[in-house]
């Protein structure tokens, strides 16, 4: 089965593998190994442009989504 999830907001749209993709990345930009990803979290608030993560139920950061 192929899925796709998309959001939508005020005329925005961004995919769920993006947000993935841009929150894999952060991780990396702060110094750690994509293999050392066990569980992430991504929190999206349209309203406010910003998705908030939980990588491995420890570190948290955010980033804009649009």
């Known amino acids: 089965m192929k899925?796709?999830?998309?959001?939508?907001?005020?005329g925005q749209q961004v995919e769920e593998k993006e947000l993935i993709k841009k929150a894999?990345?952060?991780?990396?930009?702060?110094?750690?190994?994509v293999k050392d990803l066990?569980?992430?979290?991504?929190?999206?608030?349209?309203?406010e442009n910003v998705a908030y993560c939980v990588f491995n139920n420890n570190d948290t950061d955010k980033f804009n989504i649009y």
């Open 38 to 47: 066990t569980e992430l979290n991504v929190y999206v608030k349209p309203e």
């Open 24 to 33: 894999k990345e952060l991780w990396v930009s702060k110094g750690n190994k």
């Open 3 to 10: 899925s796709n999830v998309f959001i939508e907001y005020l």
